[in-house]
Nanobody
């Protein structure tokens, strides 16, 4: 199983980035993005099931959009109106199963990618 995240970089406040996560080695019913800022715990950004159920952290609602292209086995995170507090390492995560009541918990995800760095300057 491989989750290869890409698309991070340096952007000014108010700008946009799109993260991609190429998945291989399994069928993933549940995929998501987490992030970890320096000195902080890893936190949920967004999740998406194969049935289209999604969830977002309150801090990104209305600015970020999670989507997936099943034909390409790729997960995306479109990030608009970026703020300096969005600066973090963003991790793609996935699991072959899904329990809707548990999708906000890191324990719901068996596989994690290597992370891509997003830096938002003020």
């Amino acid at each position: 199983v491989q989750l290869q995240a890409s698309g991070g970089g340096l952007v000014q406040s108010g700008g946009s980035l799109r993260l991609s996560c190429a998945a291989s080695g399994s069928i993933f019913r549940l995929m998501g993005w987490y992030r970890q800022a320096p000195g902080k715990q890893r936190e949920l950004v967004a999740t998406l099931t194969d049935a289209g159920d999604y969830d977002y952290a309150d801090s990104v609602k209305g600015r970020f959009t999670i989507s997936r292209d099943n034909a390409k086995s790729t997960l995306y995170l479109q990030m608009n109106s970026l703020k300096p507090e969005d600066t973090a390492v963003y991790y793609c995560t996935a699991d072959p199963g899904v329990i809707l009541s548990n999708v906000r918990e890191p324990s719901a995800y068996h596989y994690w990618g290597q992370g891509t760095v997003v830096t938002v300057s003020s």
